[in-house]
């Protein structure tokens, strides 16, 4: 069983910036890929960035290219967002994701309010 577990939310002023970090743990061995996503209130979840476990290729969804960067530190199973230049409508729920031997793990998500 793998456990992944967010951090870094919080309530930020538009402009401002948050950084989330994302723990995978218990049977996490080799993570092919990790993720972020988001979900706002009556909208589905949306893929917000991702990388690569052994190559750390990046995507970006384009709604954040130029002001979010994915992260990872592979000793750690760890993944960070830093977030920049966050405005009200990135205000949503955050989750990451682990994808370890074919299989996805979420974790509970953090809230990210960013306030005009």
């Known amino acids: 069983q793998v456990q992944v577990v967010e951090s870094g939310g919080g309530v930020v002023q538009a402009g401002g910036s948050l950084r989330l970090s994302c723990a995978a743990s218990?049977?996490?061995?080799?993570?092919?890929?990790m993720a972020w996503a988001r979900q706002a209130p009556g909208k589905e979840r949306e893929l917000v960035a991702s990388?690569?476990?052994?190559?750390?290729?990046?995507y970006y969804a384009d709604f954040v290219k130029g002001r979010f960067t994915i992260s990872r530190d592979m000793s750690k199973n760890t993944v960070y967002l830093q977030m920049n230049s966050l405005s009200p409508e990135d205000t949503a729920n955050y989750y990451c994701?682990?994808?370890?031997?074919?299989?996805?793990?979420w974790g509970q998500g953090t809230q990210v309010t960013v306030s005009s």
């Open positions: 218990g049977s996490a061995g080799s993570i092919n890929f």
């Open positions: 994701a682990a994808t370890v031997r074919g299989s996805n793990y």
């Open positions: 990388i690569s476990g052994s190559a750390g290729i990046t």
